[in-house]
């Protein structure tokens, strides 16, 4: 298996623009999870999917950010409109089964700069 | 409900041993262990799932102690591979999961 496949690997945007982030989860991991990672902040939980349905968005800061997955291959997050203050690393990870009890495997992430 | 790291930083040399702690203020069913080197995705080093559990591979080992609701990583006779920052995650439900603040790593010849 390829691993968690993230794109795109970097971003530059300006303030005010859409930016969508795109992850590809291991086949047959049913938890996709999406974090944000800065010095400050540490690992962020945005949100997570189980068997493509949100289950917990309480960490999305905004209505700014939104999720989807579509089908159990293909997730996003979008940013509309972005803003300097989301410049971060998003990573996305996948699980088997409950999240808890089995390892994450992460993507390599998007490191996102909104200028 | 984030568990907290310590130490935030520490260094070695080549050999040297070292252990980083995890302590969390909620009742803990796992622990994992993750590994991030600079610019990479962190990796998955191992998982704990019960009181007073050890595991380990190579010189990388761990153990949970329930009751204190703390978790420690030894790491035994360090290689310069082993530099990065490590995170622990704990599992206070089966829903709930969080990254502890981390501790960066550096080994130096």
């Known amino acids: 298996d390829a691993g968690v496949i993230q794109s795109p690997r970097h971003e530059v945007t300006e303030m005010g623009q859409e930016v969508t982030l795109r992850c590809k989860p291991i086949s047959g991991h049913d938890y996709l999870f999406w974090y944000r990672q800065t010095m400050m902040r540490g690992l962020e939980l945005l949100i997570y999917?189980?068997?493509?349905?949100?289950?917990?968005d309480s960490g999305m800061p905004e209505d700014r950010f939104s999720a989807k997955m579509p089908n159990a291959s293909f997730s996003t997050l979008k940013i509309q409109p972005s803003e300097p203050r989301d410049s971060a690393v998003y990573f996305c990870?996948?699980?088997?089964?409950?999240?808890?009890?089995?390892?994450?495997?992460f993507g390599s992430g998007t490191r996102l700069t909104v200028v | 409900q984030q568990p907290v790291q310590s130490p935030q930083a520490v260094i070695l040399r080549e050999g040297e041993d070292a252990v980083i702690n995890c302590s969390s203020s909620k009742a803990l069913y796992s622990v994992h262990w993750y590994r991030q080197k600079h610019g990479e995705a962190p990796v998955f080093l191992m998982i704990?799932?019960?009181?007073?559990e050890q595991k380990g591979h190579e010189k990388i080992s761990a153990s949970f102690n329930e009751k204190k609701q703390q978790s420690s990583l030894y790491l035994t006779a360090s290689q310069l591979s082993y530099s990065g920052t490590y995170f622990c995650?704990?599992?206070?439900?089966?829903?709930?999961?969080?990254f502890g603040t981390g501790t960066s790593l550096t080994v130096i010849p």
């Open positions: 990870a996948s699980s088997f089964r409950r999240a808890s009890e089995y390892g994450y495997t």
């Open positions: 999917f189980n068997n493509n349905v949100p289950i917990d």
């Open positions: 995650g704990t599992g206070i439900t089966g829903n709930q999961f969080y």
């Open positions: 704990l799932l019960k009181g007073g």
